[in-house]
C-alpha cells in the first residue's frame, strides 16, 4: 500500500494519506490529497518541501536540479537537509511499529486503520517524550542516509517565480 506522509521538525505526522494501493507516484497521492486542496485554498501560510517527483508550487517546493549560483547551492543543501527529516520520522516511526517494517498482509481497510493508528500512537510518544530504546538511533540513520531517486516532474511558473524570490530573500 503507498500512502503520504507531511511531518514536522520534531518528527511528528501531521497529515497522513492511506487510500492508495499498487504502484501510484507520489505526485498523484499528493495531487488528490486534501491537504493540497487547504494548501490552495489559503488554509496554511507555510511551505512543504518535496523531492524532484513532486511539482514545484508556491506552496511546496522541490530541490534546484541544475543550482548555478552559492545562493541555490545553499538553497539545495539546505532544502535536503530538512526533508531528511521525512526519513528520520518514517524510520522512528519504523522502529517504534515493527509491523510497518515487515509490510501488512491480509484485509486492506484494517491495514489502512492500523497505518493511522500507529501514526497516532508515534505522535503520542513524541508528546509525552517517550525514551527512544537504545539501538534505535543507528536503525534511523540507515534510512536517512539512503537517496531518493525520483523522476522529474516539470514545475509550475508560480512555483519557480516563489522559489526563486525565496532563495533570493533568505539564502544571500
Known sequence: MLM???CDADLKIMDIVTRWRGSVHDSRIF????????FEAGAFSGILLGDSGYPCT???????????TPQEE???????????????????????????LRGMFGDIETAK?????????????????E????????SI???SSEPIV????????????????FIETHFQ
Open 150 to 165: 525520483q523522476r522529474y516532474i516539470a514545475p509550475s511558473i508560480r512555483g519557480n517565480i516563489r522559489r526563486r524570490q
Open 31 to 38: 495531487r488528490e490529497c486534501r491537504l493540497k486542496q487547504r
Open 74 to 100: 545553499r538553497y539545495n543543501r539546505s532544502h535536503i537537509r530538512t526533508r531528511n527529516t521525512v526519513e528520520r520520522c518514517f524510520g522512528l516511526w519504523k522502529q517504534r511499529f515493527r509491523c510497518l
Open 113 to 129: 486503520k492500523t497505518i493511522v493508528a500507529c501514526a497516532v500512537l508515534h505522535n503520542m510518544a513524541i508528546d509525552m517524550r
Open 4 to 6: 503520504g506522509v507531511v
Open 141 to 143: 540513520e540507515q534510512y
Open 131 to 138: 525514551d527512544v530504546f537504545s539501538g534505535e538511533r543507528d
Open 58 to 68: 508556491p506552496y511546496l517546493f522541490t530541490p534546484l536540479l541544475n543550482p548555478t
